[in-house]
């Protein structure tokens, strides 16, 4: 990075009418010590700064960018829809259109609501289970982030982990205790908490893949275990695939590992990288909501014709190209070579991977929940993050977020970020960073 001056400008008129210069704390760059760069444009797997600076991107907007920036179909698809209305407080085919693909790709999902972010599809979600069961509690799992509704701002993931922040200022006790937190891949930890609150919990809410507390693995056969638990005991089992949804598989992570969840949130790559979300489920539970049932839910920008064209034309690409094998082989090369940049550096740490999504974990030999996560070196990652930039590779700015790959990294794109890595970890071996 040859010049950060105009990005320095703009985080300084942003400080003055933002808070905090930034509209969403994980762009804030605090847990590397630095502010942030402004980015002007992306394409294919770059972008690039107001400055010039481009960079080899592994945030991919944190998900959705499942093609690479910019894809010529989607753009196209974008700006023809652009031209025939933005919205119109009205039903359009196209919702239609969405909500039956979505359908046709996931068992569960025999209805569709869709709704502008991950976060409304989280409290619809829990308030769907709360109609549902007549029950008021939730349990969710330490390090896992479904949204910044009150009710899961309780022990949540990577931006509150970033911040050193567990918990939100206004979010009200009485609202806070109705959420239990239980301990990732620990099935006993939640048993306990049914033990503890029979007959009160209305669902369990969980990542089938954690990605908010760096990517996490699931145990094998835990996933099963924790929907015979929760349905045992008369609750719901919601799986949070705004992350997972469509990027690990053509539909649901969680049912490719045998799970039936009772509901599913989705969002990020449905909507080809404009802002949507949706919560999808069995009509029975789904008919709950307004305007057939008594939930209500209501959003003016709800299934927005460029959400829903841009979703819907990156979800045909990747339906008629099968691209999550080659998604998983660039997973798996990145991964490896960043194993064996640690091996040959002496630094210790692990690389966690689910398809495209990995964390290289500095500290830890493994990490299984959030308690394991939080022993990693978040100095040491500062470092490698700043290291990783000046050579080009722009990766999250948090220990605790996952890299995502697209289509439109190639092996020579993850080849040099291994060995900028190897680089970067020789540095803090050497104590030269």
């Not at 619809?124 to 009710?151: E, M, Q, V, W």
């Not at 979703?311 to 690409?317: M, Q, S």
């Not at 070579?337 to 030999?365: H, I, W, Y």
Request: proline share 5%; glycine share 10%.
């Amino acid at each position: 990075m040859t010049s950060r001056k105009k990005s320095d400008e703009l985080f300084h008129r942003a400080s003055v009418k933002i808070p905090g210069a930034v509209n969403s704390p994980v762009r804030a760059w605090k847990a590397v010590g630095a502010a942030p760069i402004f980015i002007e444009s992306g394409s294919g797997a770059t972008i690039t700064d107001s400055d010039g600076n481009i960079f080899l991107d592994y945030v991919c907007s944190y998900g959705p960018a499942i093609l690479g920036h910019a894809h010529p179909r989607v753009i196209q698809a974008i700006a023809e829809q652009a031209r025939l209305g933005l919205g119109f407080g009205a039903p359009t085919r196209l919702e239609v259109e969405l909500a039956e693909l979505i359908s046709s790709a996931i068992e569960c999902a025999q209805k569709v609501r869709l709704v502008s972010s991950g976060t409304e599809a989280g409290l619809t979600a829990l308030r769907l289970a709360r109609a549902a069961t007549g029950r008021p509690n939730i349990i969710k799992f330490d390090g896992c982030y479904h949204g910044h509704s009150d009710s899961m701002l309780v022990r949540a993931g990577s931006g509150a982990m970033t911040l050193g922040q567990p918990d939100s200022g206004g979010v009200p006790s009485a609202v806070a205790a109705m959420t239990m937190v239980a301990r990732y891949n620990s099935i006993e930890t939640v048993e306990g908490l049914f033990r503890a609150a029979p007959e009160k919990i209305a669902a369990v809410i969980v990542e089938p893949v954690a990605a908010n507390m760096g990517v996490v693995i699931p145990d094998p056969g835990s996933l099963k275990a924790l929907a015979e638990i929760a349905h045992a005991n008369g609750a719901l089992l919601i799986c949070d695939e705004v992350i997972s949804g469509f990027r690990l598989c053509f539909g649901s992570v969680a049912e490719s590992m045998g799970i039936a969840p009772d509901l599913i949130m989705l969002g990020k790559i449905i909507g080809g990288g404009m802002p949507v979300g949706a919560v999808a489920g069995p009509a029975r539970i789904m008919d709950l909501l307004a305007p057939v049932g008594p939930v209500y839910q209501a959003g003016t920008l709800s299934g927005n014709p460029l959400s829903v064209r841009a979703g819907l034309e990156t979800l045909r690409i990747l339906k008629e190209s099968n691209l999550y094998s080659a998604l998983d082989a660039a997973g798996a090369r990145l991964q490896a070579g960043l194993r064996d940049a640690l091996k040959k550096t002496g630094q210790p740490g692990c690389v966690n991977r689910a398809g495209s999504l990995l964390t290289m974990f500095l500290g830890p030999e493994r990490v299984r929940d959030a308690d394991e996560a939080r022993t990693s070196n978040s100095v040491s990652f500062a470092k490698f993050f700043h290291a990783m930039l000046a050579s080009g590779i722009n990766i999250p700015p948090s220990q605790f977020e996952a890299m995502f790959l697209s289509t439109a990294h190639a092996n020579a794109d993850i080849d040099r970020t291994i060995a900028a890595a190897s680089d970067s970890l020789h540095a803090l071996t050497t104590g030269k960073s």
